[in-house]
């Protein structure tokens, strides 16, 4: 993920803070164990139909429900769904957090269970961009969906989630409201129901096998092995950009895959459902309704693949990039295109990923692919691209630029009459930095230099970098700081900063993680590594700590720092790097730089998580870091 820097922080103001709201279903893992009658190994348990949520109209009073006072009402200028009751979260117009929750107990052997709740929202607030006023709704630890007063519509909408990987647990159903002390926002919930169908066998759970390379965890992972086609052509500015994809792909799983859903990540920046990025003429499968804040598309398959089968599905793309020197914007005659591709969404045991855009960190998680991009464009503009690029002529006064690049997880380009510069370090990899008009020519070369220094130091402690080309695009306007993609990055005229988004190259690039519910696994393991390939020691690192509450993590998820976006930096960067210093010093120097370069190389085009990353730790000493773990708030 990116670097913020305290310093542009402090300006970016409530623009740059905004929090990305969202309509669809996150697909973070249940936190229950399962329950149920014991059975013979193997014997499906028999399915209980039904409906779970117990007074789900509100009707019969507040019980079994636990709610903030006067949440659970009739009348006051709201309405019921249906009947006379219903829970109605915020309203005040002041600062003020509604919250209602029920236990459930989701009984097993049953092959779905589809939550859905009837919502309606109203507000006071006028703007069209910021989510002053939020609304969560959770299952067990896992986040659902967020709403916000840019939610707000005439009359009630039903949303609907498939929860079926929370079969057999006892779970919570939790919604949270929160309201700033601006102007109102409602969030009026009624009707809610969970109801659970269907026989046979329950979603299967893969066999235990003998630790592997990558973890055991990324074959449950799917859609798997994605190969990416992309041909697009722009206009004269580089910043509208019109052509076609498609991907290719292999389900993975034991289940069978009926669809899959892209991410439309860059959808955030428009107005749904006006947006940037138009995806039309979908062949393949039949694509259903945008969702998510329009950032996540349906598309349903033909026929289901079975494990081991693979399906391919194209469109027509349209990409305009909107006026603003953002990771996905224009800045004066200079384009930045991050994110912009459609990516196929994850699919695990706990569903489907489909995690809001966070403008205060990263959620852009995906499964490492191979991607064959053309572009054509242009010749007066240089396109920096992920990958290794190919010039040929085009058209008249036009060049074609085919980028190739394997096992990465993301591609980024931009677009504009830069100036660069280009070098090749030690171990071998080319460096090139892109400028753009402002920019002198000795802080370009101060960056190549920079560049080389901390692929090479990267390399050296993590393994060799396996892109063989990188590409820096500088521009002092970036509010945040610095951006990292595969072989690609963004960023400021700064050293330290451009050290990071390097070391992102790995942590988040090779060795893959969940960016919106792990943020720490990439920011925090960046920044340390920034202060490895600095010299830095991290003494004194934990000078003037203090935890602004006890639910306050280094592991917290970015639901967590959008709500709290603040202390995001503070705590997953600053906090983050010093917890790997204290493992440091306690393992020791030898233990703790074999420790991070077996866990890179296991886990090298993998996904990494918390719970992986303690146990490799734990087996690098003798000494038990239960204590460690807990004191550094690092859970999971």
Known sequence: MR????????????????????????????????????????????????QVVGNGGFENGTSPWTASSGVITTGGGQSAHAGSYFAWLNGYGSTHTDTLSQSLAIPAGCSAASLTVWLHIDTAETTTTTAYDKLTAKLGSSTLATYSNLNAATGYV????????????????????????????????????????????????????????????????????????????????????????????????????????????????????????????????????????????????????????????GFDLKIVVPSGADRFGRDGAFSFIGNALPLLAIRDGSGWHLDPYTNNGEAFYSLAADFRVTLDHPTSLLVPATGTSVDTPGASGRTVTTATASKVRDFAWAAGAFSKVSGTSPAGTKVNVYSVSGISSANAQSMLSTSISAIDAHAGRFGAFPYGEVDAVLDNNFWFGGMEYPGFVLDLVDSTALTHELGHQWWYGIVGDDEYNSPWLDEAFTDYSTDLAQGKTGTNCWNSVSWASSSEKITNSMAYWDAHSSRYSTVVYGYGKCALHDLRRLVGDSAMTTLLRNYAQAHWYGVSTTAEFKAAAQAATSTDLTSFWSTHRIDG
């Open 3 to 50: 670097k913020r820097l305290l310093s542009l922080m402090a300006g970016a103001g409530a623009a740059g803070l905004a929090v990305a709201v969202s309509l669809g279903v996150a697909g973070m893992a249940g936190a229950a164990g399962t329950t149920g009658a014991a059975r013979a190994p193997g014997a499906a348990a028999a399915c209980s139909p039904g």
């Open 158 to 313: 039903q949303r609907t989630f498939d929860v079926s990987s929370f079969i057999g647990q006892n779970v919570s159903l939790a919604f949270s409201g929160t309201e700033d002390s601006g102007q109102q926002t409602s969030f009026v919930i009624d009707d809610v129901a969970l109801t659970t169908s269907g026989g046979g066998t329950p979603p299967t759970t893969p066999p235990t096998t003998p630790p592997t390379t990558p973890p055991p965890a990324d074959s449950t992972r799917t859609p798997a092995s994605p190969a990416y086609t992309v041909s697009l052509t722009s206009d004269t500015t580089g910043a509208t950009w019109n052509g076609h994809e498609s991907v290719t792909f292999t389900n993975a799983s034991p289940s069978p895959l009926n669809d899959v859903y892209l991410r439309l990540w860059d959808n955030y920046h428009g107005s749904c459902p006006t947006t940037p990025i138009t995806v039309t003429n979908v062949t393949g499968g039949t694509a259903g309704a945008l969702s998510v804040g329009c950032t996540a598309l349906d598309i349903t398959l033909p026929s289901p693949l079975a494990q081991g089968q693979s399906g391919t599905i």
